[in-house]
T-cell receptor, first 115, second 113 residues
Framework: GAVVSQHPSWVICKSGTSVKIECRSL??????MFWYRQFPKQSLMLMAT?????????EQGVEKDKFLINHASLTLSTLTVTSAHPEDSSFYIC???????????FGPGTRLLVL | DQQVKQNSPSLSVQEGRISILNCDYT??????FLWYKKYPAEGPTFLIS?????DKNEDGRFTVFLNKSAKHLSLHIVPSQPGDSAVYFC????????????FGSGTRLLVRP
């Protein structure tokens, strides 16, 4: 199998607070994990690529100081939205790939609402 | 500049008939392509993939066709079932770019009972 989980599935926070989202590969070791965000009725936009033990690679236009990514182990990556603002409200999805494989397996997503 | 395009935002098909979802791309260097199915407020589910060296891949009711000269791929679902109703995304990837995927904008499929 290739199961990816995310926690939490829903989070509501006040503007200015930080929110951490966890992404776990449950039955395989993920050499690489990816973080996406999706706005309503739009496609998935890649935010960053995360390799275990190294710094994440951010896509153009994504603030790395705003969206902190840590990939501490082969089964866990975290995305921290720092000093969240209402415009950060979105659906955040992670994915993971097994070593040398091309298929990305996605988590169920985390909906963030910043008030 | 959209490298992967799904020009049909929606498609409606009668149950039992064939659903054909289309996808066009501009970068001839893509090594592989994937189709994902997505329900609202859920992560995408992997359906089927195809390598750029092939022109067809089949898995049960799902078949993906790749026409490299036209830079076009399609997903055929036959027979279509109401449970297939979802948004379908095609994605393209390059092996030497850390396996990043570029997604199309999605096509919403409705299978009518």
């Amino acid at each position: 199998g290739a199961v990816v989980s995310q926690h939490p599935s829903w989070v509501i926070c006040k503007s200015g607070t930080s929110v951490k989202i966890e992404c776990r590969s449950l039955d395989f070791q993920a050499t690489t994990m990816f973080w996406y965000r999706q706005f309503p009725k739009q496609s998935l936009m890649l935010m960053a690529t995360s390799n275990e033990g190294s710094k994440a690679t951010y896509e153009q236009g994504v603030e790395k100081d705003k969206f902190l990514i840590n990939h501490a182990s082969l089964t866990l990556s975290t995305l921290t939205v720092t000093s969240a603002h209402p415009e950060d409200s979105s659906f955040y999805i992670c994915s993971a790939i097994k070593g040398g494989r091309e298929t990305q397996y996605f988590g169920p997503g985390t909906r963030l609402l910043v008030l | 500049d959209q490298q992967v395009k799904q020009n049909s935002p929606s498609l409606s098909v009668q149950e039992g008939r064939i659903s054909i979802l289309n996808c066009d791309y501009t970068n001839s260097m893509f090594d592989y392509f994937l189709w994902y199915k997505k329900y609202p407020a859920e992560g995408p589910t992997f359906l089927i993939s195809i390598s750029s060296i092939k022109d067809k891949n089949e898995d049960g009711r799902f078949t993906v066709f790749l026409n490299k000269s036209a830079k076009h791929l399609s997903l055929h679902i036959v027979p279509s079932q109401p449970g297939d109703s979802a948004v379908y995304f095609c994605a393209a990837g390059l092996r030497d770019s850390s396996y990043k995927l570029i997604f199309g904008s999605g096509t919403r499929l409705l299978v009518r009972p």
